[in-house]
């Protein structure tokens, strides 16, 4: 009999399909000489402190650094766990051969192995490697099953990840919340959180120690079209007025008018990364939230596997884009004009060098039903649009770049404009085309033809901004920033290849994301992320860079990976983690104290008879400031509620919105805190949309989604 362990009931169902094993039994299938069990995800955990001795139950500063000789697993406590792994056991006794078919991923390797070392597995064992659970994908990866051998390395580098995560989390913790948190608090450090915590407690600072100052910059206007003066801001309105004088009696001359032709490249396939990016900054979802989508996506046959880091294909799944691409009914006006000719194999989409044990995220030719839900289907709709879009040819774009000058003062503008649109026709008709950079308004501009050396009358004027601080970190710009080790990257070819040194793994990062919020170290304002004082407290009293320095937390990263790929040992990685404890915990130790007050976590509290809270009273909107000017106060009017100085600021919210009338305290929600919670009722939505969420966006318009 072979044994094949899937790791969730629901993927087991799929397997035991495909082979026969169509007989249930308690906690698994049978039939055709197969058994097929699962696991619930982690039925293993690395052992904790006391399992290695009771004195190490409790917290004492004087015991650390805790470095078991050798790191144990046990179950997790949990009775469902246990008799999960009874079953286990007891099949992988009775059979002559083991199958693993758990997620193809690191973490995946690692769930299984943990389980079969536990089950005391002697048995031989083979390893189904796929990328998509259709039909298709099952029956060819059995037809092809790998040794286990072949994911050793896959092992070993997840097992040295969790080492390296117990070894810091636990000491580190202990550490930090005995010296300063003065027996009140849990301070929780991490491997990947606390670099993470660090970059966002960095860009608040930069925020908060920002002044804002004012410029003028000298602008005219020569045949409707707006020039900028080509020299530094000036920094007061004086020299401003001095120079418009003398803009007034100077014609204007152009020097200099050039078109370059050009093309801008397709986007790349979704890596996980890329994808959380896109759907947070087109709908403002979680990195979390898109991971579940994609996963369940991905279980559901439409996708496949998600957790993956690159942005390519292999080149042996050439001849199956075709068949993927007539399956996707519902795109059929877009694939037609694909269909044409042969699909392009082009070196930025298919590239063995640059997959590793997968490819970038596409669809199956399993095409979604109408069942999905709508967050589902919105992002099936992301990932079809980039599949398609990267086998249209490139955009061509027109560049025109316009010199002048008035007596001695330079001037320019630009102008952009798209000759053939290429891959942008599949985005056509959504509202916003993808891309990394905004562009500037005054490249939107028309641009006539112009001659070097006419000259003519003009319009001068000056044009007075402000100096505006950093940007706060959204999900979208903060994963990018963990996948480069906090390097601002644009340019793709450039990110790809600092991937390998990024914090954290594209399926870890939304958990890391979520943990800060948890423990009350971020919050979320509209899509920004901002550091508390806690976090701030936090970072300021770590002292040693090596726990929050993204660069070296991504030195760590390739270490791993090159333990993935049998170039570096793994007990070499697990020595560097113990003697950086063990210095830290000496430093730590021997150094001033002081207590912080930070936000209590992880406190066990004695559950007390609930009593019944009292009604709260709703703000009124007379002290609520208005969100856009952020100077005066709402107020309520017969059919909206709007900014008291509503004629210079413009803001208002109606009561009723798509053909529903909000309460007060739904009012409130969409205007504090930028949503509500999920409504319905709506009759009156352009998309026939009847519930949701109610979005206040960054230009404040109310938004259904």
Request: charged share 30%.
């Amino acid at each position: 009999m072979k044994l094949c362990i899937a790791e969730k009931p629901s993927v087991a169902r799929d397997i035991a399909k495909v082979l026969g094993a169509t007989t249930p039994k308690q906690g698994y299938m049978e039939g055709n000489g197969y058994c097929v069990t699962w696991t619930f995800g982690h039925l293993c955990t690395l052992k904790e402190p006391h399992d290695y001795g009771p004195q190490f139950k409790s917290w004492n500063l004087f015991l650390l650094p805790i470095i078991p000789n050798n790191f144990g697993i046990k179950l997790i406590p949990n009775k469902g766990v246990e008799n999960q792994f009874k079953v286990i056991e007891r099949l992988v006794e009775e059979c002559d051969e083991v199958i693993n078919c758990g997620d193809a991923g690191q973490e995946g390797e690692l769930i299984q192995r943990w389980v079969l070392q536990k089950a005391k597995c002697n048995k031989p064992i083979q390893r189904l490697w796929i990328s998509s659970l259709t039909e298709e994908a099952i029956k060819e990866g059995f037809e092809n099953l790998k040794p286990a051998e072949d994911y050793k390395n896959l092992y070993l580098a997840g097992n040295a990840r969790a080492i390296g995560d117990w070894l810091l989390g636990i000491n580190a913790t202990r550490l930090f919340t005995k010296k300063f948190g003065g027996n009140k608090v849990v301070l929780s450090i991490g491997r990947v959180q606390t670099p993470t915590l660090a970059m966002l407690v960095q860009r608040q600072k930069e925020i908060d120690a920002f002044t804002t100052e004012e410029y003028w910059e000298l602008k005219t206007k020569y045949r409707d079209v707006i020039f900028s003066a080509a020299i530094d801001r000036l920094k007061t309105l004086d020299r401003a007025e001095k120079g418009l004088e003398y803009l007034k009696v100077n014609p204007f001359e152009i020097v200099s008018f050039e078109i370059k032709e050009g093309k801008e490249k397709n986007p790349r396939l979704f890596d996980l990364t890329g994808l959380q990016v896109e759907a947070n900054k087109k709908y403002g979802y979680s990195a979390d939230s898109t991971l579940k989508y994609i996963q369940s996506l991905y279980e559901k046959k439409h996708v496949t596997y998600p957790r993956v880091d690159t942005t390519y294909l292999s080149e042996s799944l050439y001849p199956k884009i075709d068949g993927i691409l007539r399956k996707m009914h519902f795109y059929q006006d877009l694939i037609a004009p694909l269909l044409e000719q042969p699909i392009p194999k082009s070196k930025t989409v298919f590239d063995d060098a640059k997959v590793t044990d997968h490819h970038a995220i596409i669809p199956t030719e399993v095409p979604p039903s109408q069942n999905l839900s709508r967050e589902e289907k919105l992002i099936y709709d992301l990932v079809a649009k980039r599949f398609i879009s990267v086998f249209y040819p490139e955009c061509k774009i027109s560049n025109t770049l316009v010199e002048g000058k008035v007596g001695t003062i330079p001037f320019k503008t630009s102008g952009r404009q798209i000759l053939e649109p290429g891959w942008r026709a599949v985005y056509a008709k959504d509202a916003k085309e993808p891309s990394e950079k905004d562009k500037d308004k005054e490249e939107e501009q028309t641009i006539p033809e112009f001659t070097a050396g006419e000259t003519g009358p003009h319009d001068p004027m000056i044009h007075q901004g402000k100096t505006t601080p950093p940007k706060p970190y959204t999900e979208a710009t903060l994963l990018r920033a963990m996948e480069t080790a906090g390097k601002q990257v644009d340019d793709e070819e450039l990110r790809e290849m600092l991937k390998n040194n990024g914090i954290g793994r594209p399926s870890t990062r939304a958990n890391i994301i979520e943990t800060l919020f948890k423990r009350q170290y971020i919050e979320k304002k509209r899509k920004n992320l901002i550091a508390t004082q806690t976090g701030i407290q936090l970072i300021d009293t770590i002292e040693d860079e090596l726990l929050k320095s993204p660069e070296l937390t991504g030195e760590w990263e390739l270490k791993l990976r090159k333990i993935e790929s049998g170039e570096y040992e793994a007990n070499q990685f697990k020595e560097e983690l113990i003697q950086m404890v063990t210095e830290l915990t000496k430093k730590v130790v021997d150094g001033k104290g002081k207590v912080i007050m930070l936000q209590e976590e992880e406190k066990v509290v004695e559950k007390k008879k609930r009593e019944p809270t009292p009604k709260k009273e709703l703000q009124s909107w007379e002290e609520t400031k208005c969100p856009k000017c952020k100077e005066n106060n709402l107020i309520k009017g017969k059919t909206a509620v709007g900014c008291s100085d509503f004629k210079n600021c413009g803001f208002k919210i109606s009561f009723e919105i798509f053909g529903k009338k909000l309460s007060e305290k739904q009012l409130l929600d969409l205007i504090l805190k930028s949503k509500t919670s999920k409504l319905k009722g709506f009759s009156t939505h352009a998309d026939g949309l009847t519930e949701g969420v109610l979005l206040l966006s960054d230009d404040f318009q109310v938004q259904l989604t």
